[in-house]
């Protein structure tokens, strides 16, 4: 089956840039999604389509897609961030969604 | 607001079924598709499958495919998600998500903690 492939962890001080990347057969013709959850929470959309950001989230956060590979960045990253984050997107049907396994972003 | 609300948490027996649902608010029900994703403790997100409230199409992920359902009730705006054979490893947080336009889940409801013990 198809799979997403996120490094485990991540981690900047504060200020830095954080990037996380996902990589997927599929993501050349399949847009990526990006999911921030913090513990005990339900996930919270970050990156739609790529690289297109929902309307409250902050500036600093962006995605972009080439080849096999996307990536969300976190420009300046703040304290408030650390989180999991989790790349999603459908396998070359698109009948069928799968997350990647996760980065857990550390700033400090 | 739209909002999902999901039924309250489980404990279940190896071997029993579950019944999750899911209801739908603050939208029309039938105009978006509704995703279910589970989580273990500790554990990433998991993709369970997709429902079409309008027509009641579904897909499942090959990792489920002969063990869930997916379903809906129109009249109450409320969709299900049924799990059956039951066993430890199923023990998890199973979240519903509505998918919007641009293929991203926008809202998801509360999640419920499904526990599976003998």
């Known amino acids: 089956s198809y799979e997403l492939t996120q490094p485990p962890s991540v981690s900047v001080s504060p200020g830095q840039t954080a990037r996380i990347t996902c990589s997927g057969d599929?993501?050349?013709?399949?847009?990526a999604y990006w999911y921030q959850q913090k513990s005990g929470q339900a996930p919270v959309l970050v990156i739609y389509?790529?690289?297109k950001r929902p309307s409250g989230i902050p500036e600093r956060f962006s995605g972009s897609s080439s080849g096999t590979m996307a990536t969300l960045t976190i420009s300046g990253a703040q304290v408030e961030d650390e989180a999991d984050y989790y790349c999603?997107?459908?396998?070359?049907?698109?009948?069928?969604?799968?997350f990647g396994g996760g980065t857990k972003l550390t700033v400090l | 607001q739209v909002q999902l609300v999901q039924s309250g948490a489980e404990v279940k027996k190896p071997g029993a079924s579950v019944k999750v649902s899911c209801k739908a608010s603050g939208y029309t029900f039938t105009s978006y598709d509704i995703n279910w994703v589970r989580q273990a403790t500790g554990q990433g997100l998991e993709w369970m499958g997709w429902?079409?409230?309008?027509?009641?199409?579904?897909g499942y992920a090959q990792k489920f495919q002969g063990r869930v359902t997916m379903t809906r009730n129109t009249s109450i705006s409320t969709a299900y998600m049924e799990l059956s054979s039951l066993r430890s490893e199923d023990t998890a947080v199973y979240y519903c998500?509505?998918?919007?336009?641009?293929?991203?889940?926008?809202?998801w409801g509360q999640g419920t903690l499904v526990t599976v013990s003998s």
């Open positions: 389509e790529d690289s």
């Open positions: 999603y997107s459908t396998d070359s049907s698109g009948n069928h969604g799968v």
């Open positions: 429902m079409n409230p309008n027509s009641g199409n579904t």
């Open positions: 599929a993501l050349p013709k399949k847009y």
């Open positions: 998500a509505r998918e919007a336009d641009a293929g991203d889940f926008d809202y």
